[in-house]
């Protein structure tokens, strides 16, 4: 952070403020993770302070240290839009453009206060009067962590918000694999863990959770998943009714599109999930390297996310989705091919 910066935030932390934190639609553990922790610090502080966020979250989030105060948009409208109307100041975290909170935007939009965003997505929006943006960064929990260093706040670390911050730089970096995992990374991590975090017991809390349909749901992804290897690419498709008789859960399908990943010579793999609710094929893009799937959701998808990990939707149907998602592979031949 800029000395500009953090002056500005002491500034804007100055005297008991109503604030509001916003993670991003669906949230997942980073969302989760980096908005409870900043909630626990701001309110030692003596701030009154919300989580809101868009819609619901994964089951295996619902051990968090005080998840349960969050208030969530498509449950509690009124109580939601009220703590934004009279919010003085609204936190960001973990995206970079107000379309990612789906109908939290409109009351965004109209909100008086100013906003700070704090995250690591590529190309941030504008709409922020201090602008934390990393996209060095592993996590938004990883930036968290630097933001309490540089207002000289790391006293303020409880065992609890070490276990939010701590899960959410495990679940964006793949369990501390993927290549925005630095040395700085692991330091932090080695800081939270002193500051009280349990590791084996969130490892097992996110990871070890899982129920029978959500195993016997990946085996159908697995049956599915197929294999384009002049484009050293793989994808998995899932329709509604494969998801439906599977007792589909929000956060079941979380991790899936990596196994297309794993296999050997593969640098780009896709799932399609259909959502029949809203009518879309959400899809989920990894790569390995240098090929970006944040260009590849940007340009034909809606969406966007990280070089080697981005989201976005179709409004074709699976069919239609899949063939388009085949015709665009020969515009990426150069960096896919061998
Ligand atoms: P996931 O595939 O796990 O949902 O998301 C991968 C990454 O892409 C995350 O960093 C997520 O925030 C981002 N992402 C997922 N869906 C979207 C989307 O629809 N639009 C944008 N801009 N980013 C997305
Ligand atoms: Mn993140």
Redesign the pocket.
Known sequence: MTTAAINDIRQLLSGNKKIVIIP?K?P?G??MGSTLALCAYLRQLGHHTSVVAPNEYPHFLKWLPAEEQTIIYSQEEEKATTLIAEAELIFTL????L??TGALEQHLKKARAPFVMIDH?QQPDSYAIVTYSDTSMSSTCQMVYHFLEALEATHYITPEMAACLYTGIMT?TGSFRFSATTAQTHRVIAALIEKGANNTAIHQNIYDTNSYTKLQLLGVALNNLKVIPEYRTAYITLTQEELDTHSFQKGDT?GF?NYGLSLDGIIFAVIFIENKNDAII?????SKGDFSVNDV??KH??????IN?????SDLNMEQTVAHFISILPEYKAQLSQ
């Open positions: 991003h669906n997942d980073d969302a973990d995206f970079n453009h379309s990612r997505h964006d979380e599109v959400k899809m989920s893009l990894r959701a940007r998808y809606h969406g966007g996310g990280h990990a981005a989201g976005g939707k």
